[in-house]
Every structure is written in C-alpha cells, then in structure tokens.
C-alpha cells in the first residue's frame, strides 16, 4: 500500500491501525482500530497543553473522538499520551 505510516511494531493506513508482532517466524499483522485521522489541534482553556484530536468511526459507525496531549519530554520518541480516559 502506498500510504502507509510504520511507527515501532505498528502499521498505519487507510484501513485502519495494525500491530506488528514480529514474536514469532512470521510478522503476524493484528488489527488494533478502524482508520485515525488528526482533525484538530487541541488545547487547555488557559492556553497550554497542545496536542491533537484523533477521529475515528466506532463500531456502530459513529464518528468518535480522542484527545492526546503532546508530551513535552518525547519518553524515547513517543510523542503523544492518551488524556481521554
């Protein structure tokens, strides 16, 4: 596929988020999520906390959203927690 991102052991395309376990003799893809899209850059009412908001289509086929904050230490190239929940 032409428009794939790889970012440590996962798989990111237009057909969702994928886990690259690598454990065993063959690379085994497991599904993680439907397709994630960046639509928004967030931040906290005073200003501060920048990051972005993932959308995303719940099983139902509902648009969902979640926000993740941008770290300011990078933890070893992770560059985003989770502040949804």
Not at 40 to 63: Q, Y
Request: charged letters at 30%; aromatic letters at 8%; proline letters at 5%.
């Amino acid at each position: 596929m032409e428009d794939e991102i790889r970012f440590d052991d996962f798989l990111i395309n237009e057909e969702g988020v994928f886990y690259l376990d690598q454990r065993g003799e063959r690379e085994e893809i497991i599904p993680v999520c439907s397709p994630l899209t960046a639509t928004a850059t967030t931040r906290n009412t005073d200003g501060n906390d920048w990051g972005k908001l993932l959308t995303f289509s719940d099983p139902e086929g509902n648009d969902s959203g979640l926000p993740l904050l941008q770290l300011r230490n990078s933890d070893h190239g992770r560059l985003w927690r989770s502040d949804g929940g």
